[in-house]
């Protein structure tokens, strides 16, 4: 009989999925002293159930249940979208290597094997909650430095999204829920036409979606497998308010610059925004002042690296 185990769960929430009610006991016992809260689902449709309505920590997953087994659980939970970072330990009185086998390639990060060793489990949910919390700090943290990304494995499915991409997804594609398995069409297929392309990081591809652009950049290939990619949404009119906040320019000094960014000359300018060429020359004349340069190229360069940030 092993030593109590230290109450260190770090408040974190478990799932347990089991259909023996001695089992639940246990482990709902062993892991509420260990300072965690346990759910209990006695078989896959109810952790299913359950899970519609929340997202615990990790899961932990008896094999062999009447129903819906384990294995058929856990691929469905992997299947979605917003469920598929749950790391699920597999709970199995089965030793054969074929299913531990078929446990892992449901989706399941580790097993233990019935009667449960406490000190073991313990462990073992230790290390998968630490390493799902840095996985889980990555995507945040990508979502606070104003990068909405999301990564796919090879065949184009979601693999997982950090909170702001998925609300940009959900609001620009109607109907679309972060936790179906495969992204939005229109974007489906732009990400599709990177990977196929196989292209270097930050080969991008844009689409229109109502009054926006979606620029979706390919980030680079994780050591997972999982192909990175980012989102940026841009309406009409971003770019040159970003040009008259950063350089102190009027709205029409700030239209006259943006084009100019995109190589046009003086007479396209002056087309496109139906001014004189002489009012693009006062313009200039005025951004040049204002951003402290001498002549056109120094202008671009500079507004070429506001837009890109």
């Avoid at 309505?53 to 129903?67: E, K, N, Q, S």
């Avoid at 599709?192 to 979606?209: D, I, K, Q």
Wanted: glycine share 8%; proline share 5%.
């Amino acid at each position: 009989m092993s030593a109590d185990p230290p109450r260190s769960g770090g408040g974190a929430t478990i799932l347990v999925v089991d259909d023996t009610p001695d089992s639940l006991r246990f482990l709902t016992a062993t892991l509420e002293h260990a300072g965690m809260t346990a759910l209990i689902a006695v078989d896959g449709l109810a952790a299913l159930d359950l899970l519609d309505h929340a997202t615990p920590d990790l899961v932990l997953m008896d094999a062999m249940m009447p129903g819906l087994d384990g294995f058929e659980t856990t691929r469905r939970i992997k299947a979605n979208g917003r469920l598929r970072h749950l790391p699920v330990i597999f709970m199995t009185g089965l030793s054969e290597t074929e299913h531990v086998v078929r446990g892992l390639q449901a989706g399941a990060v580790d097993y233990v094997h019935k009667p449960i060793v406490v000190d073991e489990l313990l462990a073992r949910v230790a290390v998968h909650l630490a390493n799902a919390r840095i996985a889980r700090g990555s995507q945040l943290a990508l979502d606070t430095s104003g990068r909405p990304s999301f990564a796919v494995d090879d065949a184009g499915a979601t693999s997982w999204l950090t909170p702001l991409a998925a609300g940009t997804i959900e609001r620009l594609f109607p109907g679309w829920r972060a936790h179906d398995a495969a992204l939005p069409g229109p974007l489906a297929t732009a990400v599709r036409r990177l990977l196929s392309a196989n292209g270097p990081e930050g080969t991008h591809a844009s689409l229109e979606v109502g009054d926006s652009v979606v620029e979706c950049t390919f980030l680079h290939r994780a050591t997972g497998g999982d192909h990175l990619f980012r989102l940026i949404e841009t309406r009409e009119g971003d770019a040159e308010r970003r040009l008259a906040t950063r350089h102190g320019l009027t709205s029409r000094e700030a239209e006259v610059l943006f084009w100019i960014s995109r190589g046009k000359q003086n007479r396209e300018v002056s087309a496109i925004l139906k001014i004189s060429p002489r009012t693009v020359n006062k313009h200039l004349e005025q951004i040049f002042e204002k951003m402290g340069v001498e002549n056109r190229a120094s202008a671009t360069a500079i507004a070429v690296g506001t837009l890109s940030r």
